[in-house]
């Protein structure tokens, strides 16, 4: 079967600090790879998805970045974290195959900036 | 350009009672629909999803949902709310080439024995 595993669980970073959360699936071959984010008071924003190795497509402008250094790890990245960036990050996989499939989504990071 | 609007940030029922929530969407092709329950300290779960087939969509925990395509919505409803429905709900949609799924803002439901 298959699993995604997502860490940290939380983070406490100051501003001006880098970042790396770090998203790994288990049990499947080339899967679709996304980074949402869920600020409070407000709903789930796509900031990025993967459809392979080193291909990233970016959905909003930001202080984030991201990379697929292997078919089944996701990294998210920052070099300096700034207030706005905290939030809950949540990674998610979908088959390769077939369009609208539903997600899987990891368990989160619960990110505060301070 | 794909959008969904979830009227309502917070709903509040009594157990046993209607559970009624609310998503318009907007989509310039055939849209494919979502709800999506986050429980408290838990990630996302699929509830359901409307992929262009049957109008009345029925998901785990006895909710449903039906596409209205005259109204674009896609509302959620359960007959009988349980203290275990506590959650935030989220409406999704998707389509077209891609696989991104566009969230609405979220509904925190909270039902009151």
């Known amino acids: 079967s298959q699993t995604i595993h997502q860490w940290p669980a939380t983070l406490v970073q100051p501003v001006g600090s880098p970042l790396s959360l770090e998203c790994t699936v288990e049990g499947t071959s080339n899967p679709n790879l996304y980074w949402y984010r869920q600020a409070a008071g407000r709903g789930l924003q796509l900031l990025f998805y993967?459809?392979?190795?080193?291909?990233i497509s970016s959905e909003v402008p930001q202080n984030l970045s991201a990379s697929r250094p292997q078919d089944r790890q996701f990294i998210l990245s920052s070099k300096k974290l700034l207030l706005s960036d905290s939030g809950f990050y949540l990674c998610?996989?979908?088959?390769?195959?077939?369009?609208?499939?539903?997600?899987?989504f990891g368990s989160g990071t619960q990110l505060s900036v301070l | 350009a794909q959008s969904v609007t979830q009227l309502g940030s917070h709903v509040s029922v009594s157990e046993g009672a209607l559970v009624l929530l609310r998503c318009n969407y907007s989509?310039?092709?055939?849209?494919?629909l979502f709800w999506y329950v986050q429980y408290p300290n838990q990630g996302l779960q699929l509830l359901l999803k409307?992929?262009?087939?049957?109008?009345l969509v029925k998901g785990i925990n006895g909710f449903e949902a039906e596409f209205k395509k005259s109204e674009t919505s896609f509302h959620l409803t359960k007959p009988s709310a349980h203290m275990s429905d506590a959650a935030e709900y989220f409406c999704?949609?998707?389509?077209?080439?891609?696989?991104?799924?566009?969230f609405g803002t979220g509904t925190l439901l909270a039902v009151q024995p």
């Open positions: 993967s459809v392979g190795i080193g291909q």
């Open positions: 999704a949609v998707t389509g077209g080439a891609t696989n991104k799924l566009i």
């Open positions: 989509s310039s092709v055939p849209p494919y």
């Open positions: 998610a996989w979908s088959p390769p195959s077939g369009l609208n499939e539903k997600l899987f």
């Open positions: 409307y992929t262009s087939a049957a109008t």
